[in-house]
């Protein structure tokens, strides 16, 4: 579903993710999709092997799937607690379909979300992070 572009940076922003989860010296420590992603490291192994593959399933060359495959360690994956609940997913999903609209209307149009194109002018950006499991931030949402 994601355009061209997207998916591409995808692929770099999984792996990015995945070595802030591993290297405490490594950058991004704080950013909210690490610490989004922080418990299911296996899951985002998993994630970015699928988005490498759907890259390499339209044509383009690619050297990150390896680097995910070899990390990945056949053990049960967690699944992130966010994608089960479903007002926090819901909220996580549409909050990246508007920052999707606003960057590229013309293809994520197509898909009739229900959803605003997001304020790209606004900083931060308006993203929805679901950065921790406590059911008591969960419960009002």
Not at 32 to 38: F, I, K
Not at 53 to 59: D, F, K, P, T, V
Not at 115 to 120: A, G, I, Y
Request: net charge positive; proline share 7%.
């Amino acid at each position: 579903m994601l355009d061209d572009k997207r998916l591409g940076k995808q692929r770099i922003e999984a792996w990015q993710i995945l070595q802030a989860i591993d290297n405490p010296s490594y950058g991004w420590q704080f950013h909210p999709a690490v610490n989004m992603w922080r418990p299911y490291r296996e899951a985002l192994i998993c994630y970015g092997a699928a988005i490498c593959a759907e890259w390499l399933s339209r044509g383009f060359k690619d050297t990150m799937f390896d680097r995910f495959f070899n990390l990945y360690t056949f053990q049960e994956v967690k699944e992130p607690a966010w994608l089960r609940h479903p007002k926090i997913s819901k909220k996580l999903i549409d909050s990246h379909r508007s920052a999707l609209l606003a960057k590229n209307p013309e293809w994520y149009s197509q898909f009739g979300w229900d959803v605003e194109p997001m304020d790209l002018s606004e900083k931060p950006l308006p993203y929805f992070w679901p950065e921790k499991e406590t059911n008591y931030k969960y419960k009002n949402i």
